[in-house]
């Protein structure tokens, strides 16, 4: 394979293919910034016999994006192709990323990487990179929102719940699990509580048609309220 850079239609089309498939955001190519303006520039690694992107990686030149004076720059996007038996793509990439900054009088090259990435830093410790104990302040984004929301209910919905609960938790709605099984949980914002049972909500009857219709629901539903219930057991 050989390594080059993106400049057409095709490029960016199989970029976004690779980010896609390694749950990293596609882009955009007509909002980038010009390279000559400070703008990213991006490498692909191309096989040779079949002409297909097999791994690609973007990279930032300091003093051309900021005038700056430490004349750094940095390594972002890094992605291969994870169907690739190609040995070592990643690390081509990122030697030859390298190379072209320092062949532009550029002092050094940084990083940042997810801490549960373990693929990505021993990448990076083999290429005798190092830790720097900085502080730094990160905007929200599809790549690290997980690491905003925190843990979100662990209970184990179905797929027509599990949309709205975690839509609720990326937005910040508080989410209380009702019973997991049902479908039903609590919705509660600011002072505000709503109960649903996956898409409905107390808004309407849903909820309190399912917990009258589902014997065993409305014996939990009132001991949970505080109510004291007779013994049930399953007829027959």
């Not at 239609?9 to 390279?35: K, V």
């Not at 302040?137 to 997980?146: C, L, T, V």
């Not at 209910?153 to 989410?175: K, L, M, S, T, W």
């Not at 509580?193 to 399912?210: F, G, N, Q, W």
Request: charged letters at 20%.
């Amino acid at each position: 394979y050989r390594i080059r850079r993106a400049h057409n239609e095709a490029d960016w089309q199989a970029i976004n293919n690779l980010y896609l498939a390694r749950g990293m955001l596609p882009i955009d190519p007509a909002l980038l910034t010009p390279r000559h303006q400070g703008g990213p520039v991006y490498w692909v690694a191309e096989d040779e016999g079949s002409n297909t992107i097999i791994g690609s990686v973007m990279g930032l030149n300091h003093q051309k994006a900021f005038n700056d004076p430490e004349k750094g720059s940095s390594l972002w996007c890094l992605a291969v192709d994870p169907q690739c038996t190609r040995p070592g793509v990643g690390e081509v990439l990122v030697r030859h990323l390298i190379e072209h900054f320092m062949s532009r009088g550029l002092s050094y090259l940084d990083l940042s990487v997810l801490h549960d990435n373990e693929q990505a830093k021993a990448l990076y410790a083999k290429l005798n990179f190092r830790n720097l104990p900085t502080f730094a302040i990160k905007r929200k984004n599809g790549i690290n929102e997980s690491l905003f929301l925190g843990p979100g209910p662990q209970a184990d919905f179905n797929p027509y719940a599990r949309i709205i609960v975690e839509e609720a938790h990326r937005r910040g709605i508080d989410v209380q699990v009702d019973d997991a099984d049902a479908g039903l949980f609590t919705l509660c914002y600011g002072g505000r509580r709503i109960r649903c049972r996956e898409s409905l909500s107390d808004l309407t009857s849903a909820v309190s048609m399912t917990l009258c219709q589902d014997k065993s629901l409305t014996h939990r539903a009132l001991k949970a309220a505080g109510l004291r219930l007779p013994a049930q057991q399953r007829a027959g």
